[in-house]
């Protein structure tokens, strides 16, 4: 199974991920919970360091979707936050998620934050996927 991306004529095809995705039937859909750049002490990696968190997030989105039997290219929509007002952090932050995602460039919102959950954190990426 795979995910269809779709694009939408009628909109500019100058962004960088599509604009809609479908399901096919019979898939099983994966709803991570919020990636966050934590290490495996349960600490936050790269503080202050934007690119260096979505590094880590990245990393541990793939972890969370290898634990339910999907990977990256299974990923239907995501949602990236980052905690900053400034848009050029958000920028960092997607030019490192996108860059993950290789090829597969499923839908995205991008959203700048006041606050994440832990101390210290500036970026964070859930994610919907499926399997089979």
Do not use: K
């Not at 939408?8 to 991570?32: K, M, N, Q, W």
């Not at 932050?93 to 995602?101: D, K, L, T």
Request: glycine fraction near 8%.
């Amino acid at each position: 199974m795979s995910v269809e991306l779709i694009r939408a004529s009628g909109l500019t095809d100058a962004v960088p991920y599509a604009y809609a995705s479908i399901v096919p039937a019979g898939a099983r859909l994966v709803h991570t919970a919020g990636a966050c750049p934590i290490d495996e002490q349960d600490r936050v990696v790269a503080l202050g360091d934007v690119a260096g968190q979505a590094r880590q997030v990245m990393d541990n989105l793939e972890v969370a979707l290898r634990a339910a039997g999907a990977e990256l290219t299974d990923v239907v929509r995501t949602t990236v936050h980052v905690a900053s007002t400034e848009q050029a952090d958000l920028v960092t932050a997607w030019n490192v998620v996108r860059a993950r995602f290789g090829d597969h460039d499923a839908p995205s919102t991008l959203l700048g934050v006041t606050v994440l959950g832990y101390q210290g954190q500036l970026v964070e990426v859930d994610a919907v996927a499926i399997t089979n």
